[in-house]
């Protein structure tokens, strides 16, 4: 979204970087299941209204993962236990 808004500059179109990404990284692209999908509609209050951050919690939740980020919204969620965080 960021790239498409002209406010991450970047020499490579976003699905290349991406691409280019994961296989540098040999990381595994998982997609989202329709439960996830649901469950992200469906999480413990109090939760901010970003669909992506909230689609992030639910796989992590769905999964048994640990999020690690700078966002404070995600931390504080964490900190209710709702979801596994690990500040970076």
């Known amino acids: 979204m960021l790239a498409s808004k002209n406010r991450l500059a970047s020499t490579r179109h976003p699905l290349r970087w991406f691409k280019d990404a994961v296989g540098q990284f040999g990381a595994d692209v998982e997609e989202v299941s329709p439960d996830v999908l649901v469950a992200s509609s469906f999480l413990p209050a109090p939760i901010h209204n970003d669909p992506m951050d909230r689609i992030l919690i639910a796989t992590a939740r769905e999964r048994d993962l640990t999020i690690v980020t700078r ?12 979801v596994k965080t690990l500040p970076c």
């Open 71 to 82: 966002d404070r919204a995600i931390l504080s969620y964490g900190a209710l236990g709702h």
